[in-house]
T-cell receptor, first 113, second 113 residues
Framework: EAQVTQNPRYLITVTGKKLTVTCSQNMNHEYMSWYRQDPGLGLRQIYYSMNVEVTDKGDVPEGYKVSRKEKRNFPLILESPSPNQTSLYFCASSNRGSNQPQHFGDGTRLSIL | QKEVEQNSGPLSVPEGAIASLNCTYS??????FFWYRQYSGKSPELIMSIYSNGDKEDGRFTAQLNKASQYVSLLIRDSQPSDSATYLC?????????????FGRGTQLTVWP
């Protein structure tokens, strides 16, 4: 089954404790992206990647890191999480090109205390 | 910063009515347009894509695009309570190879029996 898999689905942690949210897709997609979704603010892009070893900042990259060492994986790293990073996070992937729709993972709900 | 504007709603319609959702975008060079449906706490799922001016129909859904007016809409005919969700308009970047999506904040639709 074609899918985008995120882990964990839920996480409660404390300020400053490094965490990684994994994202994996099995569709051989070149493009992968991370979004956060907050009430009233919609989906905002954090980082995206056009291909292996190619990443770029989205609209809200501060406090986040990413890497793309393999085509299928695109982890999101919070080196020193803070409460303002409490949010619902989505990973998405697509084939390259402006007419390609993005496929979303099920989401990760992070709470930073 | 690309702007994608939607009425936040909530939009409330009776079962069987037509629901009309609207979206405007700021980048005249945008090439591809998508409508996603998102149930509360779930990930966005693609319901329609449209790339050229005019109407595109898929079952009860019709997407309408007017590039001159920078306007895209979604009509839902014979609305059902199961259509109650937030509808996200998404627009691609001008560059055809990038595939970046810019989302509106969504319109919340409620269909009452």
């Amino acid at each position: 089954e074609a899918q985008v898999t995120q882990n964990p689905r839920y996480l409660i942690t404390v300020t400053g404790k490094k965490l990684t949210v994994t994202c994996s897709q099995n569709m051989n997609h070149e493009y992968m992206s991370w979004y956060r979704q907050d009430p009233g603010l919609g989906l905002r892009q954090i980082y995206y990647s056009m291909n292996v070893e190619v990443t770029d900042k989205g609209d809200v990259p501060e406090g986040y890191k990413v890497s793309r060492k393999e085509k299928r994986n695109f982890p999101l790293i919070l080196e020193s999480p803070s409460p303002n990073q409490t949010s619902l996070y989505f990973c998405a992937s697509s084939n390259r090109g402006s007419n390609q729709p993005q496929h979303f993972g099920d989401g990760t709900r992070l709470s930073i205390l | 910063q690309k702007e994608v504007e939607q009425n936040s709603g909530p939009l409330s319609v009776p079962e069987g009515a037509i629901a009309s959702l609207n979206c405007t975008y700021s980048d005249r060079g945008s090439q591809s347009f998508f409508w996603y449906r998102q149930y509360s706490g779930k990930s966005p799922e693609l319901i329609m894509s449209i790339y050229s001016n005019g109407d595109k129909e898929d079952g009860r859904f019709t997407a309408q695009l007017n590039k001159a007016s920078q306007y895209v809409s979604l009509l839902i005919r014979d609305s059902q309570p199961s259509d109650s969700a937030t509808y996200l308009c998404a627009v691609t970047d001008r560059g055809s190879t990038l595939g970046r999506l810019y989302f509106g904040r969504g319109t919340q639709l409620t269909v009452w029996p």
